[in-house]
């Protein structure tokens, strides 16, 4: 009874997961915001100035007056969920994702400052300094007509000034300017056009002697909301200086959501299969767990009111990969523990608790790299830091809590006692308990490698990647982004192939010709080129609408000012050196110092790696290469831990470590038993970050294949340079001191036991 009660309440839990996906996935997809690089949109930075040099400082509350004015004239645009945030160093950013007239939309933003009212000969009459700050608001009038309110500081000046206004019919009228230049722009010129740059022209029929002031007209409620947001902002003594901005075309975005949603696909139906057939039931019950991960972080994200990007969906996959990995780890573990011949139930709850240690580890360390991500990172790279972070809590919730729950119920109900097929262990491959072999003993198919006595030559092959790594950087340098090193970045997707030649003749025409043009897209659809100078709005408004009316879509435009791109730099160094520092020091603490120092060394040689390869692969360096960077940090830290972990529970098994030989047998061993689940790992993540760069989204293709390379670094250096380093350090220390007991290595947790 007890038997089927247990198989029952498993496949209750299934069904109740099955309803639960079934039943909320679309609604909480629907409710999944999506960024500007998956929708279309425009981002900018903008830099809040003093209006005049001589003016106020600008001050905590001119910020924040400033960013609530661009909110209302946003929210005049009808964007859903518009993010408009207020930075340090009294800097807006803007991020409308979604927009359709970007040009518009700029423009709106951008005009906040220098408001000026005046005649029809453009004498200057009044400015932004006359209106009462936050006052304007868009009404209704007596008649029901759309209207703008707003106050005067003094009524006395503006019945002077509508009385000098009056007396001109029939060219009275008080003229609304935002940012005119002397000597360039005039009324009589502006009201001939279609869209005239001037804000609003009202008739002025008598003197108003009161502060109280409506702007009548045939405007239209939107059109009354954005004058109101207008006049409210250009009350405000400052200018905004747009520092940084990147716009995406709708076709961008959209092409670049399913290209990525089906690499996503691919990659995790692959991960799925190779779980269900490599560790049979433990994978199925892992397949379930993954399921349910997936959806939870879909569904936390929704509740924060996250942004997903695509840098976040990349992260969403990668954590997929990383969460396989507590599961690879435990059911590893009861694969030992069933091949010496203990039951099926001890196995499980043995290979529970030795796993613990090195899943919660990895995971703290992962967790680390993930926060300064979010710390230090922009945009774009935050919302993948709070995926990765989201991810990595949700992975530790599903693969320890989730996968021992179901795997223990199955384990509990004896349908399975003895048949150790479903956990992917042959009985040819299990000892008889009377042999009384130790999964320590355990052999491996890794057993004819000796690690140490190689490691001097994996020591001058790193030694030999390096330095010719270092003549390539010295030669080539790295092919650095706008991003970091400042100036625009223009992406156009034709309708058609196109050629260099061809992409070239045009540029020259339309007067903004360069060298640096690079052809890529599945089909040489897509052109990429790259500019010194960063382009103003009305050069990006300009280039926009040349470069769709010639290839049939809108391009994708990022600025970035010399200052900013500085400052990204800076702080993608510091980033990765507190991600490091971090790290280091919690090895150190958790384990010993020697591992720590062994771990830097296996990262900074991971890093170097990377850098290296891209310098040499000529790939653009943005702001996602730090994530990838940070990311493989974490990951490689990850791998490091888990075998330090078995080093460490090898060493307690012993008691006492008497010589060389002896420390040198400890650390093969524990490499050859950890080697496995080493490359079942990287197996899964490496089955993601290829879908990612095969079939994801072109802008995150140097993200992968970062993440690539990093991710055949991580494991190399895991297993031939830090543990090897580790085993040098640990040798001088027995040469000094003679044998070392447990005492001298720190225990997990602060157990008292070993853990077997």
């Known amino acids: ?17 099955g309803l639960t996906i079934g039943t909320t996935a679309n609604p909480i997809m629907k409710d999944v915001k ?3 690089d998956l929708q279309g949109g425009f981002e900018v930075l903008y830099q809040v100035e003093p209006l005049k040099k001589d003016g106020p400082d600008i001050t905590e509350k ?5 960013a609530n004015a661009l909110t209302s004239r946003v929210n005049v645009l009808g964007v859903s969920e518009p993010s408009i945030q207020i930075e340090s ?8 994702a979604g927009v359709e007239d970007q040009e518009s939309a700029r423009k709106l933003l951008s005009t906040q400052a220098n408001l000026t009212f005046r005649d029809a000969d453009d004498n200057l009459l009044l400015d932004g300094n006359d209106l009462k700050e936050g006052k304007a608001k868009a009404n209704f009038g007596e008649n029901g007509q759309p209207v ?27 003229v609304i300017w935002l940012d005119f230049v002397e000597g360039e722009d005039s009324f009589k010129e502006e009201v001939t056009k279609e869209k005239p740059k001037f804000v609003s022209a009202p008739y002025v029929a008598n003197p ?26 250009g009350a405000l003594p400052v200018i905004l200086d747009e520092v940084y901005s990147t716009s995406v075309g709708a076709q961008f975005g959209e092409q670049a959501l399913n290209k990525t949603i089906f690499a996503g696909i691919i990659g995790i139906s692959i991960i799925f299969l190779f779980m269900l057939v490599y560790y049979r039931l433990p994978g199925f019950v892992a397949v379930i767990t993954l399921s349910v991960y997936i959806f939870i972080i879909l569904l936390v994200f929704t509740l924060i009111n996250g942004v997903l990007t695509l840098p976040g969906i990349a992260a969403l996959m990668l954590g997929v990969g990383m969460a396989v990995d507590a599961n690879i780890l435990m059911y590893e573990r009861i694969r030992e523990e069933l091949r010496v011949g203990k039951s099926v139930k001890t196995s499980f709850l043995a290979g529970a608790k030795n796993s613990f240690t090195a899943i919660l580890d990895a995971n703290i360390t992962t967790l680390l790299a993930a926060v300064v991500l979010f710390v230090f990172g922009t945009s774009s790279v935050k919302g993948f830091a709070t995926i990765l972070i989201i991810s990595i809590l949700a992975s530790f919730l599903t693969a320890v809590w989730g996968s021992r729950l179901l795997l223990g119920l199955l384990v509990d109900s004896g349908v399975f006692d003895g048949k150790t097929a479903w956990f992917g262990i042959p009985k040819s491959r299990v000892h008889a308990p009377e042999e009384q072999i130790e999964t320590l003993e355990l052999t491996t198919r890794f057993d004819r490698f000796d690690f140490v006595a190689t490691r001097k030559k994996f020591y001058v092959i790193s030694a030999v990647l390096l330095i010719s790594g270092i003549i390539a950087l010295g030669i080539f340098k790295l092919n650095l982004g706008i991003d970091f090193s400042s100036g625009t970045r223009v992406e156009v997707l034709a309708d058609h192939s196109v050629t260099k030649d061809e992409i070239s003749t045009y540029l020259d025409e339309i007067g903004h010709p360069t060298d640096d043009i690079v052809i890529s897209g599945d089909t040489g659809n897509m052109a990429v080129m790259r500019y010194v100078e960063d382009f103003n709005q009305e050069e990006i408004n300009k280039f926009k609408a040349d470069l769709a009316k010639e290839f049939g879509a809108d391009p994708n435009i990022s600025t970035v000012s010399p200052t900013v791109g500085k400052e990204l730099a800076l702080n993608a160094i510091k980033a990765l050196l507190i991600a490091m520092l971090g790290i280091v020091i919690y090895v150190a603490l958790r384990f010993e110092w020697r591992m720590g120092v062994s771990t830097i060394v296996g990262l ?5 790696f990377m850098v290296a390869a891209i310098s040499l692969l000529r790939l653009e360096v943005d702001i996602t290469f730090i994530a990838a960077v940070l990311t493989i940090v974490g990951y490689s830290i990850n791998d490091t831990i888990v075998t330090f972990d078995r080093i460490r529970e090898n060493i307690n098994h ?11 047998d400890i650390v093969n061993k524990s490499l050859r038993q950890t080697l496995g689940r080493s490359v079942n790992t990287v197996l899964t993540v490496v089955i993601v970050v290829v879908a990612l760069m095969l079939f994801g989204a072109e802008s995150i293709r140097t993200f992968s294949i970062a993440l690539l390379i990093g991710l055949f670094a991580g494991t190399y250096s895991s297993i031939f340079i830090s543990a090897q380093i580790w085993f040098d350090l640990k040798k001088r220390e027995i040469n000094k001191k003679g044998a070392i007991k447990v005492e001298d290595t720190k225990k997990p947790w602060g157990s008292d036991e070993p853990i077997v």
């Open 148 to 174: 703008v309110t707003l106050e005067m500081k003094s009524p006395n000046k503006f019945g002077e000034v509508t009385t000098l206004i009056s007396q001109k019919k029939p060219e009275n009228v008080m």
């Open 604 to 608: 900074l040689h991971d890093v170097f």
């Open 89 to 96: 160093g009294n800097r807006i950013r803007v991020q409308l």
């Open 62 to 66: 001119m910020v924040t007056d400033t």
């Open 34 to 36: 999506l960024g500007l």
């Open 654 to 664: 012993r008691g006492r470590i008497d010589n060389v030989e002896e420390l040198a």
């Open 1 to 17: 009874m007890k038997r089927r009660g247990r198989i029952v309440a498993f496949l209750l839990l299934i069904v109740v997961f």
């Open 208 to 233: 108003i002697n009161s502060s109280d002031v409506e702007i009548s007209g045939s405007f239209s409620l939107e059109e009354t909301k954005s004058l109101a947001g207008i006049l409210n902002a």
